[in-house]
């Protein structure tokens, strides 16, 4: 039997507003990061999660590739556990572009001080002779679900 240890969202925009900082040409940004109670768990741990990141294209004068990273652990130097990507279309119209995306971790070693973390990065890469800005529109948001067997 299954039982569900833990759920967490980390929200950090419902896309009404550009957000700050924007993205430096190829450098890893932070844009969620859930903490997951993992108390009595069973044999096997397991942790499903889902998020959804948007930018604007409007800016782009080329193409531009977006890439999610997910991450067990406080940073980008720990356990990567799911990476994907997609290429940002340079459009002269507002085109924004939205990466869901959707992963497991299986079999995950149960945290000695009972708390599974979970960081997000998104880097954003271009050519570096344009200068382009403001680019995170939002949404901005990461789920997490950790289960583990009786």
């Known amino acids: 039997m299954v039982k569900t240890l833990d759920a967490r969202t980390s929200q950090g925009s419902n896309g009404q507003n550009l957000l700050t900082p924007s993205f430096t040409n190829g450098v890893p940004l932070l844009f969620a990061q859930v903490g997951l109670q993992v108390n009595n768990p ?3 741990i397991r ?3 889902s ?3 948007e930018i604007t294209a409007d800016q782009l004068p080329v193409n531009g590739d977006l890439v999610i990273e997910v991450y067990r652990g406080l940073s980008n130097s720990q356990q990567l556990v799911y990476r994907a990507g997609t290429i940002v279309q340079a459009n002269p119209f507002f085109s924004p572009c939205v990466l869901s995306f959707t992963g497991a971790d299986y079999n995950v070693t149960p945290p000695g001080n009972g708390q599974l973390i979970y960081s997000v990065y998104a880097t954003f890469t271009f050519n570096p002779i344009y200068s382009v800005s403001n680019l ?9 679900t950790v289960y583990s067997n009786d």
């Open 42 to 44: 069973g044999t096997v």
């Open 51 to 53: 998020g959804i990141i």
């Open 136 to 144: 995170r529109l939002g949404p901005e948001s990461f789920n997490a």
């Open 47 to 49: 942790t499903l999660f």
